[in-house]
Nanobody
Framework: QVQLVESGGGLVQAGGSLRLSCAAS????????MGWFRQAPGKEREFVAS????????YYKDSVEGRFTISRDNAKNTVYLQMNSLKPEDTAVYLC??????????????WGQGTQVTVSS
């Protein structure tokens, strides 16, 4: 198993930036493809971005592409989400998730507790 702990959320004005971190502990970090999701009050959880275990493939929700950047440091067992040009509609709890690629299921197997991001207008 892997344990995921997010940090870096907070309150920011529209147009501002935040950098989220997700620290993983447990099994070898490179075992996992990693993703960021978000959930706003009263809405379904939605995909934001993901990165392959090797770091050589990244994917984004259309509305964040060009503003958000996902990256990882396998030596530090950490995945990041750099968020720029934030908008009020980006307000949500952001959650980190891990897909154990060795299982071959393509599902998000582990989740963190989330960190709140609030963007004021």
């Amino acid at each position: 198993q892997v344990q995921l702990v997010e940090s870096g959320g907070g309150l920011v004005q529209a147009g501002g930036s935040l950098r989220l971190s997700c620290a993983a502990s447990g099994r070898t970090f490179s075992r996992y493809n990693m993703g960021w999701f978000r959930q706003a009050p009263g809405k379904e959880r939605e995909f934001v971005a993901s990165i392959r275990w090797s770091g050589d493939g990244t994917y984004y929700k259309d509305s964040v592409e060009g503003r958000f950047t996902i990256s990882r440091d396998n030596a530090k067992n950490t995945v990041y989400l750099q968020m720029n040009s934030l908008k009020p509609e980006d307000t949500a709890v952001y959650l980190c998730a891990a897909d154990d690629r060795t299982r071959g299921t393509g599902t998000w197997d582990y989740w963190g507790q989330g960190t709140q991001v609030t963007v004021s207008s």
